[in-house]
Protein backbone atom coordinates (compact mmCIF):
# COMPACT_ATOMS: atom_id res chain seq x y z
CA UNK A 1 0.00 0.00 0.00
CA UNK A 2 1.36 3.46 -0.96
CA UNK A 3 -1.71 6.04 -0.97
CA UNK A 4 -3.91 6.13 2.07
CA UNK A 5 -7.55 6.36 0.52
CA UNK A 6 -8.97 8.18 3.08
CA UNK A 7 -10.32 11.89 4.10
CA UNK A 8 -9.80 11.87 7.41
CA UNK A 9 -7.99 10.57 10.26
CA UNK A 10 -10.50 9.90 13.21
CA UNK A 11 -9.46 6.58 15.15
CA UNK A 12 -7.41 3.75 15.16
CA UNK A 13 -9.99 1.67 15.69
CA UNK A 14 -11.13 1.83 11.85
CA UNK A 15 -7.44 1.80 10.22
CA UNK A 16 -6.21 -1.13 9.29
CA UNK A 17 -2.46 -2.45 10.05
CA UNK A 18 -1.35 -1.66 6.12
CA UNK A 19 -2.46 1.77 6.57
CA UNK A 20 -0.46 2.46 10.16
CA UNK A 21 2.22 0.72 8.13
CA UNK A 22 2.58 2.95 5.31
CA UNK A 23 1.89 6.18 8.08
CA UNK A 24 4.79 4.85 10.31
CA UNK A 25 7.01 3.81 6.84
CA UNK A 26 6.18 7.43 6.21
CA UNK A 27 7.10 8.97 9.51
CA UNK A 28 10.39 7.52 9.60
CA UNK A 29 11.08 8.96 6.28
CA UNK A 30 10.05 12.75 7.53
CA UNK A 31 12.21 12.24 10.75
CA UNK A 32 15.11 12.86 8.56
CA UNK A 33 14.37 16.05 8.27
CA UNK A 34 14.04 16.86 11.80
CA UNK A 35 17.39 16.46 12.26
CA UNK A 36 18.20 19.12 9.20
CA UNK A 37 19.65 22.71 9.71
CA UNK A 38 17.10 23.96 7.15
CA UNK A 39 13.89 22.13 8.88
CA UNK A 40 11.65 22.67 6.08
CA UNK A 41 11.03 21.04 3.05
CA UNK A 42 8.19 22.76 0.37
CA UNK A 43 5.68 19.53 -0.30
CA UNK A 44 2.65 21.52 1.11
CA UNK A 45 3.39 24.88 -0.17
CA UNK A 46 -0.71 26.73 -0.78
CA UNK A 47 -2.60 23.96 1.37
CA UNK A 48 -4.37 25.34 4.19
CA UNK A 49 -4.75 23.90 7.05
CA UNK A 50 -7.16 24.96 10.74
CA UNK A 51 -5.70 23.98 14.14
CA UNK A 52 -9.13 24.17 16.32
CA UNK A 53 -8.33 23.74 20.02
CA UNK A 54 -11.45 23.52 22.43
CA UNK A 55 -9.39 21.99 25.39
CA UNK A 56 -5.89 22.79 26.56
CA UNK A 57 -2.42 21.34 24.46
CA UNK A 58 0.76 21.92 24.39
CA UNK A 59 2.78 19.45 23.49
CA UNK A 60 0.01 17.97 20.83
CA UNK A 61 -0.90 21.93 19.16
CA UNK A 62 3.33 22.60 18.75
CA UNK A 63 3.49 19.31 17.36
CA UNK A 64 0.54 19.78 14.70
CA UNK A 65 1.52 23.52 13.70
CA UNK A 66 5.42 22.73 13.27
CA UNK A 67 4.64 19.68 11.32
CA UNK A 68 2.69 22.34 9.05
CA UNK A 69 5.60 24.86 9.12
CA UNK A 70 7.91 22.15 8.26
CA UNK A 71 5.79 21.15 5.44
CA UNK A 72 5.20 24.48 4.08
CA UNK A 73 1.69 24.61 4.69
CA UNK A 74 -0.62 27.21 5.82
CA UNK A 75 -2.21 27.25 9.00
CA UNK A 76 -4.17 29.10 11.57
CA UNK A 77 -5.24 28.31 15.25
CA UNK A 78 -7.76 28.88 16.74
CA UNK A 79 -8.42 27.83 20.84
CA UNK A 80 -11.83 27.43 21.83
CA UNK A 81 -12.02 30.11 24.84
CA UNK A 82 -11.26 32.77 22.35
CA UNK A 83 -13.48 31.57 19.32
CA UNK A 84 -16.96 33.01 18.56
CA UNK A 85 -18.15 29.07 20.44
CA UNK A 86 -18.43 31.39 23.29
CA UNK A 87 -21.00 33.83 21.29
CA UNK A 88 -23.20 30.30 20.42
CA UNK A 89 -21.80 29.57 17.33
CA UNK A 90 -22.25 26.13 16.33
CA UNK A 91 -19.16 23.96 15.46
CA UNK A 92 -20.41 23.32 12.05
CA UNK A 93 -20.94 26.75 11.09
CA UNK A 94 -18.04 27.31 12.71
CA UNK A 95 -15.58 25.46 10.63
CA UNK A 96 -17.92 25.69 7.45
CA UNK A 97 -16.80 29.42 7.90
CA UNK A 98 -13.55 28.61 7.93
CA UNK A 99 -13.71 26.28 5.15
CA UNK A 100 -14.78 28.62 2.13
CA UNK A 101 -11.80 30.59 3.26
CA UNK A 102 -10.18 28.05 1.79
CA UNK A 103 -8.26 25.52 4.50
CA UNK A 104 -8.39 22.19 3.27
CA UNK A 105 -7.59 20.06 6.37
CA UNK A 106 -8.82 20.68 9.85
CA UNK A 107 -6.80 19.67 13.19
CA UNK A 108 -9.73 19.25 15.80
CA UNK A 109 -9.42 18.39 19.73
CA UNK A 110 -13.01 18.88 21.41
CA UNK A 111 -14.11 17.58 24.90
CA UNK A 112 -17.06 15.32 22.87
CA UNK A 113 -16.29 12.43 21.97
CA UNK A 114 -17.63 11.60 18.60
CA UNK A 115 -16.90 14.82 17.63
CA UNK A 116 -14.33 14.84 15.06
CA UNK A 117 -16.46 12.15 13.52
CA UNK A 118 -19.55 14.45 13.32
CA UNK A 119 -17.10 17.23 11.70
CA UNK A 120 -15.86 14.77 9.12
CA UNK A 121 -19.32 14.02 7.73
CA UNK A 122 -20.01 17.69 8.08
CA UNK A 123 -17.56 19.48 5.65
CA UNK A 124 -15.31 18.67 2.55
CA UNK A 125 -11.92 19.12 4.17
CA UNK A 126 -9.86 16.66 5.39
CA UNK A 127 -10.13 16.40 9.53
CA UNK A 128 -7.78 14.92 11.94
CA UNK A 129 -8.82 14.16 15.34
CA UNK A 130 -6.43 15.65 17.63
CA UNK A 131 -7.99 14.03 20.53
CA UNK A 132 -12.40 13.76 21.31
CA UNK A 133 -13.67 13.10 24.69
CA UNK A 134 -12.56 9.87 25.81
CA UNK A 135 -12.78 7.91 22.52
CA UNK A 136 -9.94 8.17 20.84
CA UNK A 137 -6.28 9.99 20.03
CA UNK A 138 -5.06 8.32 16.85
CA UNK A 139 -1.91 10.55 16.64
CA UNK A 140 -0.59 9.79 19.88
CA UNK A 141 -1.22 5.99 19.58
CA UNK A 142 0.31 6.19 16.41
CA UNK A 143 3.29 8.02 17.51
CA UNK A 144 3.42 5.73 20.41
CA UNK A 145 3.58 2.93 17.67
CA UNK A 146 6.19 4.47 16.03
CA UNK A 147 8.59 5.59 18.92
CA UNK A 148 8.52 1.60 19.45
CA UNK A 149 8.75 0.33 16.79
CA UNK A 150 11.66 2.66 15.62
CA UNK A 151 13.19 1.28 19.22
CA UNK A 152 12.30 -2.14 19.02
CA UNK A 153 12.35 -2.68 15.42
CA UNK A 154 9.15 -4.43 15.10
CA UNK A 155 5.83 -4.42 16.93
CA UNK A 156 4.50 -7.73 16.28
CA UNK A 157 4.52 -10.07 19.42
CA UNK A 158 5.70 -7.30 21.90
CA UNK A 159 4.18 -7.32 25.47
CA UNK A 160 2.45 -3.00 26.40
CA UNK A 161 1.64 -2.87 29.55
CA UNK A 162 -0.42 0.46 29.75
CA UNK A 163 -0.54 1.79 33.46
CA UNK A 164 -3.68 4.10 34.71
CA UNK A 165 -6.75 5.64 34.65
CA UNK A 166 -7.53 3.46 31.36
CA UNK A 167 -11.37 4.18 31.60
CA UNK A 168 -11.31 7.80 30.70
CA UNK A 169 -7.93 7.61 28.59
CA UNK A 170 -8.13 8.47 24.69
CA UNK A 171 -4.39 7.14 24.59
CA UNK A 172 -4.89 3.66 25.98
CA UNK A 173 -7.99 3.35 23.83
CA UNK A 174 -5.99 4.52 20.27
CA UNK A 175 -2.59 2.63 21.47
CA UNK A 176 -4.98 -0.71 22.43
CA UNK A 177 -6.77 -0.63 18.91
CA UNK A 178 -3.11 0.28 16.79
CA UNK A 179 -0.84 -2.44 18.88
CA UNK A 180 -3.65 -5.13 18.43
CA UNK A 181 -4.12 -4.60 15.02
CA UNK A 182 -0.28 -4.64 14.71
CA UNK A 183 0.06 -7.90 16.17
CA UNK A 184 1.26 -6.46 19.95
CA UNK A 185 0.06 -7.94 23.23
CA UNK A 186 -1.51 -5.23 25.17
CA UNK A 187 -2.45 -5.45 28.61
CA UNK A 188 -3.62 -2.87 31.22
CA UNK A 189 -3.44 -2.06 34.82
CA UNK A 190 -5.04 0.17 37.21
CA UNK A 191 -7.48 0.45 40.31
CA UNK A 192 -11.33 -1.24 39.45
CA UNK A 193 -12.81 1.92 39.56
CA UNK A 194 -10.93 3.42 36.66
CA UNK A 195 -10.97 0.31 34.34
CA UNK A 196 -13.58 0.05 31.76
CA UNK A 197 -15.76 -2.89 31.64
CA UNK A 198 -15.54 -3.86 28.24
CA UNK A 199 -11.97 -4.75 28.29
CA UNK A 200 -11.66 -8.49 27.43
CA UNK A 201 -13.93 -7.58 24.43
CA UNK A 202 -11.21 -5.50 23.09
CA UNK A 203 -8.81 -8.75 23.51
CA UNK A 204 -6.76 -6.89 25.78
CA UNK A 205 -6.09 -8.37 29.32
CA UNK A 206 -6.92 -6.32 32.54
CA UNK A 207 -5.05 -6.61 35.89
CA UNK A 208 -5.64 -4.75 38.91
CA UNK A 209 -1.67 -5.14 40.57
CA UNK A 210 0.74 -3.20 38.34
CA UNK A 211 3.63 -5.69 39.02
CA UNK A 212 1.59 -8.54 37.74
CA UNK A 213 0.47 -6.50 34.59
CA UNK A 214 4.14 -5.42 33.88
CA UNK A 215 5.65 -8.89 34.28
CA UNK A 216 8.06 -9.70 31.02
CA UNK A 217 6.83 -6.40 29.18
CA UNK A 218 8.78 -5.10 26.57
CA UNK A 219 7.22 -1.77 27.12
CA UNK A 220 5.92 0.15 29.82
CA UNK A 221 3.39 3.04 29.58
CA UNK A 222 1.67 5.01 32.22
CA UNK A 223 -1.05 7.39 31.44
CA UNK A 224 -1.86 10.60 32.96
CA UNK A 225 -3.89 10.61 36.37
CA UNK A 226 -6.53 13.63 35.90
CA UNK A 227 -6.32 14.87 39.21
CA UNK A 228 -10.32 15.92 38.70
CA UNK A 229 -11.18 12.19 39.06
CA UNK A 230 -10.03 12.23 42.75
CA UNK A 231 -13.18 14.37 43.35
CA UNK A 232 -15.55 12.20 41.65
CA UNK A 233 -14.15 9.55 44.11
CA UNK A 234 -12.68 7.27 41.89
CA UNK A 235 -9.82 6.88 43.65
CA UNK A 236 -9.18 7.98 47.48
CA UNK A 237 -5.71 10.23 47.28
CA UNK A 238 -2.58 11.56 45.06
CA UNK A 239 -0.66 9.48 47.58
CA UNK A 240 -2.68 6.41 47.98
CA UNK A 241 -2.30 5.92 43.83
CA UNK A 242 0.95 6.55 43.91
CA UNK A 243 1.76 4.26 46.38
CA UNK A 244 -0.52 1.53 44.64
CA UNK A 245 -0.14 2.02 40.89
CA UNK A 246 2.28 4.97 40.79
CA UNK A 247 5.53 3.05 38.37
CA UNK A 248 8.96 3.22 40.19
CA UNK A 249 11.89 0.61 39.28
CA UNK A 250 10.48 -1.19 42.18
CA UNK A 251 7.53 -2.35 40.89
CA UNK A 252 8.25 -2.90 37.18
CA UNK A 253 11.15 -4.88 38.47
CA UNK A 254 9.75 -7.70 37.03
CA UNK A 255 9.27 -5.98 33.00
CA UNK A 256 12.53 -6.15 30.37
CA UNK A 257 15.82 -5.48 31.48
CA UNK A 258 15.35 -3.10 27.73
CA UNK A 259 11.28 -2.22 28.46
CA UNK A 260 10.85 0.86 27.41
CA UNK A 261 9.34 3.88 29.81
CA UNK A 262 6.82 5.68 28.24
CA UNK A 263 4.16 8.72 28.99
CA UNK A 264 2.65 10.87 27.00
CA UNK A 265 2.65 14.01 29.15
CA UNK A 266 2.18 15.90 30.82
CA UNK A 267 3.50 14.06 33.63
CA UNK A 268 2.58 14.13 37.05
CA UNK A 269 6.27 13.09 39.03
CA UNK A 270 5.75 11.42 41.98
CA UNK A 271 2.29 10.58 40.84
CA UNK A 272 1.77 7.93 38.26
CA UNK A 273 5.37 8.01 37.48
CA UNK A 274 8.76 8.46 39.19
CA UNK A 275 11.52 10.69 38.18
CA UNK A 276 13.96 8.21 38.96
CA UNK A 277 12.02 6.25 35.79
CA UNK A 278 10.67 9.20 33.92
CA UNK A 279 14.39 10.68 33.31
CA UNK A 280 16.48 7.01 33.09
CA UNK A 281 17.88 5.41 30.52
CA UNK A 282 15.29 3.11 29.64
CA UNK A 283 12.80 6.57 29.40
CA UNK A 284 11.75 7.46 25.81
CA UNK A 285 9.42 9.91 26.62
CA UNK A 286 10.98 12.52 25.28
CA UNK A 287 11.69 10.25 21.68
CA UNK A 288 7.84 9.87 21.54
CA UNK A 289 7.57 14.03 21.38
CA UNK A 290 10.35 14.12 18.41
CA UNK A 291 8.32 11.15 16.98
CA UNK A 292 4.76 13.12 17.20
CA UNK A 293 6.49 16.10 14.55
CA UNK A 294 7.38 13.23 12.21
CA UNK A 295 3.84 11.13 12.55
CA UNK A 296 2.29 14.80 11.88
CA UNK A 297 4.27 15.47 8.98
CA UNK A 298 3.21 11.92 7.57
CA UNK A 299 0.17 12.54 8.11
CA UNK A 300 -0.45 15.58 6.53
CA UNK A 301 1.38 14.57 3.20
CA UNK A 302 -0.59 11.47 2.77
CA UNK A 303 -3.80 13.47 3.38
CA UNK A 304 -3.13 16.79 1.88
CA UNK A 305 0.25 15.68 -0.60
CA UNK A 306 -1.62 14.14 -3.40
CA UNK A 307 -4.03 15.68 -6.06
CA UNK A 308 -7.86 16.15 -4.95
CA UNK A 309 -9.96 13.23 -4.96
CA UNK A 310 -12.94 14.19 -7.88
CA UNK B 1 -1.47 1.28 -23.96
CA UNK B 2 0.95 -1.66 -23.56
CA UNK B 3 4.67 -0.65 -24.67
CA UNK B 4 6.65 -3.02 -26.76
CA UNK B 5 10.60 -3.74 -26.56
CA UNK B 6 11.70 -1.77 -29.69
CA UNK B 7 15.64 -1.59 -29.17
CA UNK B 8 18.43 -2.13 -26.49
CA UNK B 9 20.64 0.84 -25.87
CA UNK B 10 22.79 -0.55 -24.00
CA UNK B 11 24.38 -3.94 -22.62
CA UNK B 12 26.06 -4.97 -19.12
CA UNK B 13 29.54 -4.42 -21.12
CA UNK B 14 28.15 -1.03 -22.39
CA UNK B 15 26.95 0.15 -18.65
CA UNK B 16 30.85 -1.22 -17.43
CA UNK B 17 32.35 1.11 -19.73
CA UNK B 18 30.30 4.10 -19.76
CA UNK B 19 30.41 4.09 -15.35
CA UNK B 20 34.11 3.85 -16.15
CA UNK B 21 34.57 6.70 -18.30
CA UNK B 22 32.37 8.72 -16.23
CA UNK B 23 34.42 7.60 -13.37
CA UNK B 24 37.67 9.71 -15.11
CA UNK B 25 35.68 12.31 -16.43
CA UNK B 26 34.70 13.65 -12.78
CA UNK B 27 38.30 12.83 -11.64
CA UNK B 28 39.80 14.90 -13.94
CA UNK B 29 36.92 17.60 -14.21
CA UNK B 30 37.45 18.29 -10.43
CA UNK B 31 41.19 17.63 -10.86
CA UNK B 32 41.19 15.11 -8.01
CA UNK B 33 38.67 13.71 -6.22
CA UNK B 34 39.49 15.33 -2.91
CA UNK B 35 36.66 16.99 -2.18
CA UNK B 36 34.21 14.96 -4.28
CA UNK B 37 31.16 13.24 -2.58
CA UNK B 38 28.52 11.23 -4.32
CA UNK B 39 24.55 11.58 -3.84
CA UNK B 40 22.54 9.20 -5.77
CA UNK B 41 18.74 9.77 -6.84
CA UNK B 42 16.57 7.22 -5.60
CA UNK B 43 15.63 4.99 -6.86
CA UNK B 44 18.14 3.41 -9.60
CA UNK B 45 20.75 6.42 -9.35
CA UNK B 46 21.87 4.80 -5.95
CA UNK B 47 23.34 1.85 -7.60
CA UNK B 48 24.40 3.63 -10.20
CA UNK B 49 26.50 5.56 -7.58
CA UNK B 50 27.66 3.00 -5.46
CA UNK B 51 29.85 1.63 -8.43
CA UNK B 52 30.98 4.89 -9.40
CA UNK B 53 32.49 5.18 -5.71
CA UNK B 54 33.86 1.63 -6.21
CA UNK B 55 35.74 2.76 -9.85
CA UNK B 56 36.72 6.07 -8.11
CA UNK B 57 38.48 4.06 -5.41
CA UNK B 58 40.31 1.68 -8.01
CA UNK B 59 41.91 4.42 -10.03
CA UNK B 60 42.38 7.26 -6.93
CA UNK B 61 42.32 4.65 -3.81
CA UNK B 62 40.19 7.20 -2.14
CA UNK B 63 37.17 6.43 -0.02
CA UNK B 64 34.43 9.50 -1.19
CA UNK B 65 31.43 9.85 0.47
CA UNK B 66 28.01 8.72 -0.70
CA UNK B 67 24.79 9.79 0.48
CA UNK B 68 20.99 8.98 -1.34
CA UNK B 69 18.28 11.41 -2.15
CA UNK B 70 14.67 10.94 -2.22
CA UNK B 71 12.79 14.08 -4.08
CA UNK B 72 9.65 12.78 -3.66
CA UNK B 73 8.79 15.89 -0.98
CA UNK B 74 10.33 17.89 -4.21
CA UNK B 75 7.83 16.99 -6.68
CA UNK B 76 6.31 19.90 -8.82
CA UNK B 77 4.07 17.55 -9.99
CA UNK B 78 2.56 16.20 -6.52
CA UNK B 79 -0.82 18.27 -6.55
CA UNK B 80 -1.83 16.69 -10.05
CA UNK B 81 -0.97 13.02 -9.54
CA UNK B 82 -3.64 10.84 -8.45
CA UNK B 83 -0.73 7.99 -7.41
CA UNK B 84 0.63 9.55 -4.67
CA UNK B 85 4.35 8.75 -4.57
CA UNK B 86 5.71 7.11 -1.38
CA UNK B 87 8.05 8.72 0.53
CA UNK B 88 11.55 7.42 1.10
CA UNK B 89 14.33 8.66 3.79
CA UNK B 90 17.04 10.96 2.27
CA UNK B 91 20.11 9.72 3.37
CA UNK B 92 23.34 12.37 2.94
CA UNK B 93 24.99 11.60 6.36
CA UNK B 94 27.83 14.38 5.91
CA UNK B 95 28.18 17.54 5.18
CA UNK B 96 27.91 18.80 1.95
CA UNK B 97 29.14 22.43 2.42
CA UNK B 98 32.14 23.70 0.30
CA UNK B 99 32.04 19.90 -1.33
CA UNK B 100 31.86 19.78 -5.16
CA UNK B 101 28.56 17.19 -5.33
CA UNK B 102 28.15 14.91 -7.79
CA UNK B 103 24.61 13.50 -8.37
CA UNK B 104 23.92 10.32 -10.56
CA UNK B 105 20.87 9.45 -11.66
CA UNK B 106 19.85 6.95 -14.11
CA UNK B 107 17.83 8.96 -17.10
CA UNK B 108 17.45 12.64 -17.66
CA UNK B 109 14.51 13.62 -19.79
CA UNK B 110 12.66 16.75 -19.27
CA UNK B 111 15.21 18.05 -16.06
CA UNK B 112 12.49 18.49 -13.50
CA UNK B 113 13.23 15.85 -11.69
CA UNK B 114 17.05 17.49 -11.36
CA UNK B 115 15.42 20.28 -10.30
CA UNK B 116 14.19 18.40 -7.57
CA UNK B 117 17.00 16.84 -6.45
CA UNK B 118 18.95 20.48 -6.90
CA UNK B 119 16.59 21.95 -4.92
CA UNK B 120 16.73 18.58 -1.94
CA UNK B 121 20.40 19.23 -1.97
CA UNK B 122 20.52 22.90 -0.93
CA UNK B 123 18.27 22.32 1.68
CA UNK B 124 20.92 20.08 3.06
CA UNK B 125 23.57 22.78 2.41
CA UNK B 126 25.51 25.06 0.35
CA UNK B 127 28.27 23.09 -2.39
CA UNK B 128 30.91 24.31 -4.14
CA UNK B 129 28.86 22.84 -7.18
CA UNK B 130 26.89 20.65 -8.13
CA UNK B 131 27.35 18.27 -10.85
CA UNK B 132 25.24 16.13 -12.55
CA UNK B 133 26.31 11.94 -13.99
CA UNK B 134 23.52 10.10 -15.71
CA UNK B 135 23.56 6.64 -17.74
CA UNK B 136 21.14 8.11 -19.97
CA UNK B 137 20.37 11.58 -21.74
CA UNK B 138 17.11 10.94 -23.72
CA UNK B 139 16.26 14.72 -24.53
CA UNK B 140 12.93 16.32 -24.18
CA UNK B 141 14.11 19.22 -21.74
CA UNK B 142 11.61 20.72 -20.00
CA UNK B 143 13.50 23.11 -18.25
CA UNK B 144 17.14 24.79 -18.31
CA UNK B 145 19.12 21.54 -17.09
CA UNK B 146 22.04 19.88 -18.30
CA UNK B 147 24.36 16.96 -17.55
CA UNK B 148 27.90 16.74 -16.98
CA UNK B 149 28.99 13.57 -17.48
CA UNK B 150 26.56 11.10 -20.03
CA UNK B 151 26.92 7.43 -20.13
CA UNK B 152 25.10 7.35 -23.40
CA UNK B 153 23.17 9.87 -25.76
CA UNK B 154 19.74 8.18 -26.62
CA UNK B 155 17.44 10.11 -29.00
CA UNK B 156 14.02 9.27 -28.29
CA UNK B 157 10.46 10.08 -29.08
CA UNK B 158 7.93 11.47 -26.10
CA UNK B 159 5.75 8.16 -26.50
CA UNK B 160 8.43 5.80 -25.89
CA UNK B 161 10.07 4.99 -22.62
CA UNK B 162 13.25 4.30 -21.77
CA UNK B 163 14.19 1.41 -19.23
CA UNK B 164 16.94 1.02 -17.02
CA UNK B 165 17.13 -1.90 -15.17
CA UNK B 166 19.99 -2.44 -12.98
CA UNK B 167 21.21 -5.41 -11.25
CA UNK B 168 20.90 -4.74 -7.74
CA UNK B 169 16.98 -4.01 -8.61
CA UNK B 170 16.09 -5.81 -11.34
CA UNK B 171 18.71 -8.79 -11.40
CA UNK B 172 20.35 -7.59 -14.78
CA UNK B 173 21.97 -4.10 -16.52
CA UNK B 174 20.72 -3.20 -19.57
CA UNK B 175 18.84 -0.35 -21.10
CA UNK B 176 15.81 -1.01 -23.44
CA UNK B 177 13.48 1.30 -25.44
CA UNK B 178 9.77 0.50 -25.22
CA UNK B 179 7.11 2.15 -27.23
CA UNK B 180 3.88 2.00 -28.39
CA UNK B 181 2.68 -1.39 -30.45
CA UNK B 182 1.17 -1.76 -33.30
CA UNK B 183 1.65 -0.17 -37.04
Same mark, same amino acid.
Given at each position: ????????????????????? *??????????????????????????????? $??????????? $?? *???????????????????????????????????????????????????????????????????????????????? $???????????????????????????????????????????AGPPTLMPL???????????????? +??????????????????????????????????????????????????????????????????????????? +?????????????????????? | ????????????????????????????????? #??????????????????????????? !?????????????????? !???????????????FDINGRQVV?? #??? &????????????? &???????? !????????????????VRADYVGKN??? !???????????????? #???????????
Open positions: MQTLRRKDILGLEEMSAEEIT *LILDTARSMREILQRKIKKVPTLRGRSVLNL $FYEPSTRTKAS $FE *LAQKYMSADSVSVAGSSSSLVKGETLKDTVRNVEVMGVECVIMRHPVSGSSHYLARSIEASVINAGDGMHEHPTQGLLDM $FTIWEKKGHLEELKVAIVGDIRHSRVARSNIWGLTKMGAEVVVDMEGLGVKAYHRVEEA +VEGADVVMALRLQKERQESGLFPSLREYADLYGLTPQRIAGAREDALIMHPGPMNRGVEISSELADGSRSVILKQ +VTGGVAVRMALLYLLLGGAKEE | MALIHKATVMDEKAIRQALRRIAHEIIEHNKGI #DNVVLVGVRKRGVPLAERLQVLLKEIE !SIDIPIGILDITLYRDDL !SQRQDQPMVHTTDVPMV #DDV &LYTGRTTRAAMDA &LIDLGRPA !SIQLAVLIDRGHRELPVPT !SRSEEVEVKVREIDGQ #DQVDILGPGGE
